[in-house]
C-alpha cells in the first residue's frame, strides 16, 4: 500500500485525537518555553544564512574556526616516526620484557609467546629550534618541526583498525554516533552557502596494499539530521560526478525544476515533519551551488607554479594525497569548516621496510606543504591541522626476525604520536612521553576523548556542554570523558 | 544481630509517613472540630480516639525503627538529634491525647485545639529534621527563589560576571574552588575540624582554628595546610584528593592579603599586572570590554552576502564574505557593515575583487582585532593606521610593496604584532 494511504488507514479516531492533543499541548507548552520558536523566520536563521541550530555556541571566542584532519587510517608506526627510542636497537632481537606484556591485549595477528624487540628501521635526527627528534623517513615535516604540537601520549581504547577509527573520529568504537566534523557543522553551522560545512576526501593508496575501507560511517552524522555528514569527494579522477547539466536543459530550467521539488518538499515536510526531508531540500540546494562553486574549487590553474611545487610531484594526480592537501586549502579558504582527508596504507604488519617508508614519501611533503601553504596565507592563525592515525605501532616485531623483508609490527593501543599545527596550540612543542621502548604512556598521557575535548575547546566549545539528545539520553562527542589539555593551548 | 537491626531499621522510611498522615489527619479534624461545631465537625468527633490511638501506635514504631536504623551510623550526630528528640516528645503528646480522647473527655475537649497545634508543630519539625539528615540541608530550598534562599540563610549563586573586571573575587573565584576541593569534607552536615567552608560567613567563622586570617596568610589555617609537602599529614586536600594547583594557591594568597572580603570585585583590589594575567588564565572569564548585546539583530549582513559570527559574550562580530561566482563585493555592499562598525572584531575579506576605494570604509572600524585583505587589489593601505586595536593584519598576495605603508602603520598600532605578507 501506498505508505500515505496506510497512515490514513491506521489512524483511527481515538489515535488521531490523542495526536492532535498532544501535538498541540506540546506546541503551546514549546512556545512558552521559547517564544521564538513559532515565528517562522527566527532571528537566529537568519544570522547564519543558514541556521545555527544552537544559538548558544560558540560558548567562548574560538581559537580555530576551521580544522584539516589528515587521518593516517591503518596507524603509522610512533616509533619510526616521531617517537625516537634509541633503545630498541640496542634490545633488538631480545624479547620484549613481560612486566609490559603482561595483561595487554593485541589484535592476535602476531604472536604472543614471541615478542622480540624490533629496532627503528629509520634514523631520527633532531629538528627546529627545540631539538625536536624527528625521523629521517619524514624530512619535510622534520623542517616544519618549529610549527609542530607533538602529542607523543595519545592512547586509545581499541585494537583493530574499524572500532579505534570509528572510536577516533565519533568518540565510540561502535558505528552510528556523529562525527567530529558532523557535531562542528551541526553545531556551528555552515560559514558558506556555496561549498558543504563539513567534507570527506579519500586519497588512494599508492600502491593499494592494505586493503582498508573507508566507511562511510567514519564521517557520518549518527543520530544527527542527515546533512550534517561529511560529503565525500571521490578519491580517483574527477572528485564529484553530474556537476554538468546535461544537454537541454538550462541553469535557469534547473532552478525553476529545484524551485518546484522544494515546494513539493515543503507540502511533505508540513504533513510529515521528517528531517531528513529537510535535508533533501538542503541538498538539492546545496547540490545546485556545487555546480558552479566545485568547477572552480577544482580548476588549479591559478595555483602559481611555486605553489603547486610545495606540493611535490603528485599535486595534480587526483586522488594523491597532495591533490587531497591543496584541495584542503581551497576548501577551507572558501569556507569549508571541517575537512576530513583519508589516507590510508599505514598497517605494516609484513612489509614495514618497504611499506613505510614508501608512505612517507606520498604524505611527508603535502602534510608539510599545507602547513606552510596555510601559514604564508596567514590561515594557519585560525586553521587548526591534526595529522594522526588511529593507534601506534608495537616496538615489538611481528613476523620472523630472520626474515627482514617481512618485518612488521601489529596494532598498538598502548601509545602513539599526533601533531598538531596552527590555531591556538603551542607551536614546536613535544608533549607527554612514553616509556624507553615506546610502550606506555608514562608523562601526560592523552586519551582520545582528551584529544577531542581540546578540539572542541579550541573550536570554543565546551565538550562538556554541547549535547544532543537522542532515545532519552543527551550525547556528547565525549561521552562521559574527556579533559582539555590546558598545557598545549597557546 | 547488626543485619537484622539494619533489616528493620530501613522500614523506618516506610512506616514514618503512617504517623505524619494519622496524626495530621487527627490534628485537622480536632481543630474543625473546635472552630466549627457544626453538623460535619459532630461526625468527625466520634474518630478521634480510635485516629489518635493508631497514630501514637505508629508514632512510637516509627521511632523504634528510626532507633534501629540509626544504630548503623552515617549520620551526623548534631543533626540526628533534633529528629530523634522531637520524634520522642512527638509520640509522648500523641500519647497523651489518646489517653485523654479515651478517659479525660472534659480535658481533651477543652484543650484539643492546644494539642493539635503542638502535635502540627512536632510534626512538622521531626518530620524536617528527617528530610534533611537524608537529603543534606540545602536540599530542600536549593533551587527556591533567592528570597527564599536570603530567608533561610543560604548563599546566593552569583550569575557569571560580564566580564572579569566585574567578578567577584570569593563568590567567582575562590568559592569554586572551596567547593570542588575542600566543602566534600568541610560542609555543614560533615564539618572535619569543626570547620564548615561551604558559605563565606561560616568560612571566616573557621573552626578549631582560625581558617582565614584576612590580610595575613601566614596567620590563615587553610593558606598553611595548603601549601604544605604534600607528604605531610596536616596536608590539605587530605586523602589523596587532588591538591591545588599553584594558580589556585596564589589566588587564595592574593584573595587572604587583599582583606579576604566577600563582594570586593576584581577591579576594585587594584591589582598588579602579574596578578591579572594570573587571573585570566586561572578564569574563564572575559576580560575584553563587552561590544555587542545578544539579541544583536544582523539580518541586514546575511542579506548582503557576509557570514556573521556572533562571538560570545559579548566579544564583537566575526564577520567573512567569501567571494561568490556573481556575487560581487563591491564599496556599497561593504557600505552596509558601517552600522556594526563598533562591534566587528573580526573581519575577512580575502580574495575579494576590491581596490583601494574600500580603504576609507575599513579605517572606520576602529575596533578590529583582525582584518584579512589577502587577494584583494588594495595597493594603499596607509590609513588603516586609524585601527589602533588591530593585532593581525593579513595582506599576502597583494600589490602592496611599499614597506614605508607598513612602517607607518606598525608605528601607530603598537598592538599589531602579526602581519602576514
Excluded at chain 1, 633488538?92 to 606484556?101: A, D, F, N, Y
Excluded at chain 1, 631520527?124 to 624527528?134: A, D, L, V
Excluded at chain 1, 553530474?242 to 538550462?250: A, C, E, I, Q
Excluded at chain 1, 604524505?363 to 596565507?377: C, I, M, N, W, Y
Aim: glycine content about 8%.
Amino acid at each position: 500500500m501506498n505508505p500515505i494511504e496506510e497512515n490514513y488507514a491506521n489512524m483511527t479516531r481515538r489515535s488521531f485525537f490523542s495526536k492532535t492533543a498532544l501535538g498541540i499541548g506540546g506546541l503551546a507548552l514549546g512556545s512558552l518555553l521559547n517564544p521564538s520558536l513559532l515565528n517562522a523566520a527566527t532571528k537566529n536563521s537568519a544570522t547564519t544564512g543558514s541556521g545555527i541550530p544552537n544559538n548558544t555556541l560558540p560558548h567562548f571566542v574560538p581559537k580555530a574556526k576551521r580544522v584539516i584532519h589528515l587521518f593516517q587510517n591503518g596507524a603509522p608506526s610512533h616509533v619510526e616516526l616521531f617517537d625516537y627510542k634509541p633503545k630498541l636497537r640496542t634490545w633488538h632481537g631480545k624479547q620484549t620484557p613481560s612486566e609490559l606484556m603482561n595483561g595487554k591485549k593485541f589484535s592476535t595477528m602476531s604472536s604472543q609467546n614471541n615478542t622480540p624487540i624490533l629496532g627503528s628501521i629509520a634514523d631520527f635526527s633532531q629538528h627546529g629550534k627545540n631539538g625536536t627528534w624527528i625521523s629521517d623517513f619524514m624530512p619535510h615535516t622534520a623542517a616544519i618541526a618549529d610549527e609542530l604540537c607533538i602529542i607523543k601520549s595519545m592512547h586509545t581504547d581499541h585494537v583493530n583498525h574499524a572500532p579505534a577509527i570509528t572510536f577516533f573520529l565519533t568518540g565510540s568504537n561502535l558505528p552510528g554516533r556523529p562525527s567530529t566534523g558532523s557535531w562542528l557543522s551541526y553545531g556551528l553551522g555552515k560559514m558558506t552557502d556555496n561549498l558543504p560545512a563539513f567534507v570527506v576526501l579519500t586519497s588512494l593508496d599508492k600502491q593499494a596494499n592494505c586493503g582498508q575501507l573507508f566507511y562511510d560511517y567514519y564521517w557520518g552524522s549518527g543520530f544527527l539530521p542527515s546533512k550534517y555528514q561529511g560529503v565525500k569527494f571521490r578519491g580517483a579522477a574527477d572528485p564529484l560526478l553530474y556537476l554538468k547539466d546535461p544537454n537541454g536543459m538550462s541553469r535557469e530550467m534547473r532552478r525553476k525544476f529545484l524551485n518546484g521539488v522544494e515546494e513539493l518538499n515543503q507540502m511533505n515536510l508540513k504533513d510529515y515533519g521528517d528531517p531528513e526531508i529537510q535535508t533533501r531540500i538542503a541538498q538539492y540546494e546545496m547540490a545546485y551551488q556545487m555546480q558552479v562553486s566545485v568547477p572552480e574549487l577544482t580548476d588549479f590553474s591559478d595555483e602559481p607554479q611555486h605553489v603547486l611545487d610545495m606540493y611535490g610531484p603528485n599535486v595534480m594526480k587526483k586522488g594523491s594525497f597532495a591533490y587531497n592537501c591543496l584541495m584542503s586549502r581551497r576548501l577551507i579558504e572558501r569556507g569549508t569548516r571541517f575537512v576530513q582527508l583519508m589516507h590510508a596504507g599505514w598497517d605494516q604488519h609484513t612489509n614495514l621496510n618497504t611499506q613505510l617508508k614508501k608512505q612517507c614519501e606520498d604524505t611527508d611533503q603535502p602534510s608539510a606543504a599545507l602547513v606552510k601553504d596555510l601559514k604564508q596565507r596567514g590561515l594557519l592563525d585560525d586553521t587548526l591541522v591534526v595529522w594522526g592515525g588511529e593507534f601506534g605501532r608495537t616496538p615489538f616485531l611481528q613476523g620472523n626476525i630472520q626474515d627482514k623483508a617481512h618485518w612488521g609490527r601489529d596494532h598498538h593501543p598502548y601509545a602513539f604520536t599526533t601533531w598538531m599545527a596552527g590555531a591556538g596550540v603551542k607551536p614546536g612543542i613535544s608533549y607527554g612521553q612514553t616509556d624507553e621502548f615506546g610502550f606506555n604512556v608514562v608523562e601526560n598521557p592523552v586519551h582520545v576523548h582528551d584529544f577531542q575535548a581540546t578540539l572542541m575547546h579550541l573550536m570554543g566549545i565546551d565538550h562538556e556542554k554541547f549535547t544532543f539528545k537522542h532515545q532519552g539520553r543527551r550525547f556528547r562527542l565525549t561521552d562521559v570523558h574527556g579533559h582539555v589539555i590546558k598545557d598545549i593551548l597557546s | 544481630m547488626d543485619s537484622i537491626t539494619q533489616f528493620l531499621g530501613r522500614f523506618h522510611i516506610l512506616i514514618l509517613h503512617l504517623p505524619i498522615g494519622i496524626l495530621m489527619l487527627v490534628a485537622i479534624s480536632m481543630l474543625l472540630i473546635k472552630i466549627q461545631r457544626t453538623k460535619f465537625a459532630n461526625h468527625l468527633k466520634p474518630t478521634l480516639p480510635f485516629l489518635l490511638f493508631s497514630g501514637t501506635i505508629s508514632a512510637v514504631f516509627a521511632s523504634v525503627l528510626g532507633y534501629l536504623l540509626s544504630l548503623n551510623g552515617g549520620y551526623t550526630e548534631s543533626a540526628l538529634d533534633l529528629h530523634f528528640w522531637s520524634a520522642i516528645v512527638l509520640s509522648i503528646i500523641a500519647a497523651l491525647a489518646t489517653f485523654l480522647s479515651y478517659k479525660k473527655k472534659n480535658i481533651f475537649h477543652k484543650f484539643s485545639h492546644v494539642l493539635a497545634v503542638l502535635l502540627l508543630i512536632l510534626l512538622t519539625l521531626t518530620g524536617h529534621a528527617g528530610g534533611n539528615l537524608t537529603h543534606g540541608d540545602t536540599y530542600l530550598f536549593e533551587h527556591g527563589p533567592d528570597f527564599v534562599k536570603k530567608a533561610v540563610g543560604m548563599e546566593l549563586e552569583l550569575a557569571p560576571p560580564k566580564s572579569l573586571d566585574e567578578a567577584q573575587f570569593y563568590g567567582h573565584i575562590i568559592k569554586p574552588i572551596l567547593r570542588t576541593s575542600c566543602v566534600s569534607c568541610h560542609s555543614k552536615s560533615k564539618r572535619e575540624g569543626d570547620l564548615d567552608m561551604s558559605t563565606y560567613a561560616s568560612l571566616m567563622k573557621g573552626g578549631t582554628k582560625l581558617a582565614i586570617q584576612p590580610n595575613d596568610i601566614t596567620t590563615s589555617e587553610i593558606y598553611k595546610r595548603i601549601t604544605l609537602p604534600h607528604d605531610n599529614k596536616k596536608f590539605m586536600p587530605t586523602e589523596g584528593k587532588k591538591p591545588l594547583s599553584d594558580e589556585q594557591i596564589k589566588l587564595m594568597a592574593i584573595w587572604i592579603n587583599s582583606g579576604a572580603q566577600q563582594e570586593t570585585t576584581v577591579t576594585e583590589l587594584n591589582l598588579s599586572t602579574e596578578e591579572h594575567i594570573l587571573l585570566e588564565k586561572a578564569t574563564h572569564f572575559s576580560t575584553h570590554k563587552v561590544l555587542i548585546s545578544e539579541n544583536i539583530d544582523v539580518t541586514p549582513l546575511t542579506n548582503n552576502g557576509f557570514y556573521v559570527n556572533i562571538l560570545p559574550s559579548g566579544y564583537g562580530l566575526d564577520i567573512t564574505h567569501y567571494p561568490k561566482v556573481g556575487n560581487k563585493l563591491n564599496k556599497d555592499i561593504l557600505e552596509s557593515l558601517l552600522p556594526f562598525k563598533n562591534q566587528i572584531v573580526w573581519l575577512k575579506l580575502s580574495r575579494n575583487k576590491i581596490d583601494n576605494r574600500v580603504i576609507p570604509i575599513l579605517a572606520e572600524f576602529t575596533e578590529l582585532k583582525k582584518l584579512s585583505i589577502d587577494g584583494t587589489e588594495i595597493t594603499d593601505i596607509t590609513a588603516l593606521k586609524n585601527l589602533t586595536n588591530l593585532e593581525f593584519l593579513n595582506i599576502y598576495n597583494t600589490p602592496i610593496t611599499n614597506e614605508n605603508q607598513l612602517i607607518s602603520i606598525k608605528d601607530n598600532n603598537p598592538k599589531l604584532t602579526h602581519i602576514v605578507k
